[in-house]
């Protein structure tokens, strides 16, 4: 019997999608294979991202016209990761010692009216914690952690996951700082 060898390639992330007058970051932790694939955020076609945004934002459409109707509503996405090994698409196989943040002092410094911070799951909030200074002055206020919307966290009701979605992005949320 051969055995297979899976290697584990750095992966890089996707430049932000935002305009300048945006108020609200979402931030992702590095895109899975599907998106790499398809070179979109969210494109896995059981993520439900984009059915939250299409509730919230009534972002619907192709994938630009979808990212437009996040822009108009004030909405920039990104991933707190530049780039990292992770063998498959899961947040538990980031290698967080090839982790390499985005240059989020520069974000903030050309998007001024971000107000509020909101992760998309659990490991987004942890590596952000990890590595970006908390005493940075461009730092938004608001971090708020959100239920991830990946298929792999199946555990909490849709219905659940978009309430505290459009508490955290319509609503003040709920301050992690």
Known sequence: MQSIEIRATKSSGFPAVSRQDARI???GSLPGQRSMCASEYYAHPQNVFWRIMRE???????????CEALGAHGIALWD????SVRPGSMDSSIQTDTAEANDF??????HPGIERVCFNG??????FQRLISPDTDTLPRQLVTLPSTSPAHASMAYEEKLRVWRKAIMGTGNSTR
Do not use: E, H, I, W
């Open 25 to 27: 970051l979402v931030l």
């Open 56 to 66: 919230l934002t009534g972002a619907d459409g192709s994938y630009d016209q979808r």
């Open 80 to 83: 707190v990761l530049a780039n």
């Open 105 to 110: 002092d520069g974000f903030f410094l050309s």
């Open 122 to 127: 659990k490991k987004a909030a942890q590596l």
